[in-house]
């Protein structure tokens, strides 16, 4: 079982470039959610989706973009890096079910230079 | 807006000593989750507590929910250097979103 795969896992980018994250899962899950994870902040949420098509701001969306055109796949986009941007991103999702726990995926490693 | 605040942020035990972290949110919680994350992994989910005063326990972890559902906490008897990690707790409150805790860092001393 793949569960949540993430892609890459490790990016080193200049400051005013743009890049994608992807997150893909194959538990038919309804929920998927875009963290971020700075030490000392535990996990901020960007962006969430609660199905296809539809997608809302978390806790800390400025210079984030994200789309769920498809039901198993979540997208994260930097339009323009910036070195603040420097984090561990991961990706989760749960079933339709508030009381189901969220799945993580293993997490992509960003640098901002 | 909806905090959970978790202390510990840090904890360095010598092997075989107990250990506890505590969640306190701002707001009444319809359930609680509890996720550890081991250095260089992502988050998993160890347990969801839902009852006002309920405790769950699995092996050497304790689980409590608090009467008031807005704290709880995670206790664990006689430390292994296998528990070290990141613990997470993660309540959800009237908005319907999980909001998590900074988080408690567990280091083990052999």
Redesign the interface.
């Known amino acids: 079982n793949a569960g949540v795969t993430q892609t890459p896992k490790f990016r080193v980018l200049k400051t005013g470039q743009s890049m994608t994250l992807l997150c893909a899962q194959d538990m038919n899950h309804e929920y998927m959610y875009w963290?971020r994870q700075d030490p000392?902040?535990?996990?901020?949420?960007i962006h969430y989706s609660v199905g296809e098509g539809t997608t809302a701001k978390?806790e800390v969306p400025d210079g984030y973009n994200v789309s769920r055109l498809k039901k198993q796949n979540f997208l994260l986009g930097l339009e323009s890096a910036a070195p603040s941007q420097t984090s561990v991103y991961?990706c989760?999702s749960r079933p339709d079910n508030?009381?189901q726990?969220?799945?993580?995926?293993?997490?992509t490693r960003l640098s901002i230079l | 807006g909806q905090q959970v605040m978790?202390i510990p942020?840090y904890q360095h035990v010598q092997e075989g000593e107990d250990f506890t972290t505590y969640c306190n949110s701002s707001t009444t919680l319809?359930?609680i989750?509890w996720?550890k994350q081991r250095p260089g992994?992502?988050?998993?989910?160890l347990i969801?507590l839902?009852k006002s005063g309920e405790v769950k326990k699995q092996k050497r972890l304790t689980f409590q929910f608090g009467e008031a559902k807005k704290n709880s906490s995670l206790h664990i008897t006689a430390t292994q250097t296998t528990d070290v990690g990141t613990y997470?707790c993660a309540g959800?409150g009237n908005t319907?979103?999980?909001i998590?805790?900074?988080?408690t860092t567990l280091q083990v001393k052999p």
């Open positions: 963290y000392g902040m535990g996990l901020r949420l978390g991961f989760a508030s009381y726990p969220q799945h993580f995926g293993d997490g | 978790q942020q319809s359930n989750q996720y992994g992502h988050p998993v989910f969801q839902v997470f959800r319907g979103k999980l998590f805790g900074q988080g």
